[in-house]
């Protein structure tokens, strides 16, 4: 019982620190440290990864309208083409192009096995409180000099802009505690996408790279769970879902009034604490 219930508290902040630009990563370390849960290693390594499908899930049902290209024809929407009574949304088949496009810098770098080097040497409490501090600061930056935004909408991101925000995201992927939403986000403002579109973009990009994360660490690991392994994924899942459902819909609401200064003061504090512990 304790364990489902160490489960339901990783689950909440894999919901919260998934999609606010604060890195999952960095806080998924610093609960571990003060309350592990009883697995074995190879299950928890899984387990930090595929916990992130129930908050991709999440993504999935609140942008379903964004995401999803197909729909029946009506004769009043937009179109590509017709299938029948079945017509296709052209921006939507675009904007998933444009995904792909923005995925490919990070295909690459798992290919060559990047990803396990870079864990090796940078996957340590004091890699990813400078990590948090490092981004936390250039949240502050580049907000200070933010001007005004030339992209408004998903649909007028470029293909040049969708491989810059691909390439932000890589930085992410290979310095654990930078954030890959804070990567991609910065990356964004960086080139002048509204912070709104920023986030709706990078919330959208995350859904093909954690589902393909997320498969291959459970094609890696295979499926012998044990009875209690498999509650404390499931229960960690459903959790960041409902907690995603919430932490998505404010951060949305959020950014249209704010700016990311907040999320930048809180990286620095939280650097600075994960310092301090895992030093002293």
């Known amino acids: 019982m304790i364990e489902i219930i160490k489960a ?4 909440i902040v894999e919901g919260i620190t998934e999609w606010l630009p604060i890195s999952s990563t960095g806080h998924m370390i610093l609960l ?21 499908l ?4 999440a993504v999935v049902l609140l942008f379903w309208n964004m995401i999803w290209p197909f729909g029946l024809n009506h004769g009043a929407e937009k179109k590509k083409f017709e299938l029948g009574k079945v017509y296709v949304k052209e921006n939507i088949i675009l904007m998933w192009v444009k995904v792909a496009i923005a995925c490919l810098p990070a295909i690459v770098f798992k290919i060559f096995d990047l990803d396990t080097i870079c864990d090796q040497y940078f996957y340590n409490p004091v890699s990813v409180a400078l990590a948090l501090i ?16 030339i992209v408004t909408s998903v649909d007028a991101i470029t293909y040049k802009m969708a491989v810059l925000i ?17 990567a991609t986000i910065i990356g964004a403002l960086l080139i002048g996408i509204s912070r709104t579109v920023a986030s709706e973009f990078t919330f959208i990009l995350a859904i ?44 949305l609401g959020y950014v249209k009034k704010h700016n990311f200064k907040i999320f930048g003061w809180y990286r620095i504090v939280l650097g600075i604490i994960v310092l301090v512990y895992f030093l002293l």
Do not use: Y
């Open 8 to 11: 339901i508290i990783f689950g």
């Open 32 to 52: 571990d440290s003060i309350m592990p849960l009883n697995v074995e290693p190879a299950f928890w390594d899984m387990f930090l990864v595929v916990i992130q």
């Open 54 to 57: 129930g908050a991709i899930f």
């Open 134 to 149: 490092i981004f936390g600061v250039a949240f502050i930056l580049i907000e200070n000099r933010q001007k005004m935004a």
């Open 166 to 182: 691909g390439v932000f995201q890589l930085i992410a992927a290979a310095f654990p505690g930078t954030s890959r939403s804070g």
């Open 208 to 251: 093909p790279v954690m589902f393909g994360a997320s498969l291959l660490e459970l094609l890696d690991f295979g499926w012998n769970f044990s009875a209690q392994e498999g509650l404390i994924l499931v229960v960690g899942m459903i959790t960041a879902f409902l907690v995603s459902l919430m932490a998505i819909r404010f951060l």
